[in-house]
T-cell receptor
Framework: TQLLEQSPQFLSIQEGENLTVYCNSS?????LQWYRQEPGEGPVLLVT?????EVKKLKRLTFQFGDARKDSSLHITAAQPGDTGLYLC?????????FGQGTELSVKP | EAGVVQSPRYKIIEKKQPVAFWCNPI?????LYWYRQNLGQGPELLIR????????DSQLPKDRFSAERLKGVDSTLKIQPAELGDSAVYLC?????????????FGPGTRLTVL
């Protein structure tokens, strides 16, 4: 059983489209992180959200932490081919990170 | 500043053979993590070190996996003997502190294939 469920698992869109990736759990986390991983590389941290309801923006990426700190979303506006990659959410609990299974995003020019 | 260094990048072995992975964390990072990432999945923590002490090894299959970080800097993860199901990417990460809010910096990983 996956503690953190990400959806969708795969997403293929055209350049310029918007998209949202969801990260859901029945458990509360003290914080939640979003990572992006490219083939043959390790994950790279994009953002950490700590407070329930918190919204953070990173250029065309908007991250939101749910009010109850159980879920999060990542919204990308006007996706570009350079956004292609595996997006991972990770919840912090008990001194460790628990990762979701990832969302594989492909943005076609 | 150099990132987390891992070697080898790729390893192909036959089942029942031993294998070892090496990790050099970012200078000054006291906390070191080893993760396993299966295809199409997120990383799963195997072991976490604070300096030379393993503070969380609850997910490490201790019958065949071992790890060490003798001087609190670089670390080695060993599998002996390897099984087919051990095929995965083994990621090393480091951070300044041990709290989960701290950013973890990942190495490129070692892709292990067990035949």
């Amino acid at each position: 059983t996956q503690l953190l469920e990400q959806s969708p698992q795969f997403l293929s869109i055209q350049e310029g489209e918007n998209l949202t990736v969801y990260c859901n759990s029945s458990s509360v986390f003290s914080s939640l992180q979003w990572y992006r991983q490219e083939p043959g590389e390790g994950p790279v941290l994009l953002v950490t959200v700590v407070t329930g309801g918190e919204v953070k923006k990173l250029k065309r990426l908007t991250f939101q932490f749910g009010d109850a700190r159980k879920d999060s979303s990542l919204h990308i506006t006007a996706a570009q081919p350079g956004d292609t990659g595996l997006y991972l959410c990770a919840g912090a609990r008990g001194g460790k990170l628990i990762f979701g299974q990832g969302t594989e995003l492909s943005v076609k020019p | 500043e150099a990132g987390v260094v891992q070697s080898p990048r790729y390893k192909i072995i036959e089942k029942k053979q031993p294998v070892a992975f090496w990790c050099n964390p970012i200078s000054g990072h006291n906390t070191l993590y080893w993760y396993r990432q299966n295809l199409g999945q997120g990383p799963e923590l195997l072991i976490r070190y604070e300096n030379e002490e393993a503070v969380d090894d609850s997910q490490l299959p201790k019958d065949r996996f071992s790890a060490e970080r003798l001087k609190g800097v670089d670390s080695t993860l060993k599998i002996q003997p390897a099984e087919l199901g051990d095929s995965a990417v083994y990621l090393c990460a480091s951070s300044l502190g041990g709290t989960s809010h701290n950013e973890q910096f990942f190495g490129p990983g070692t892709r292990l294939t067990v035949l």
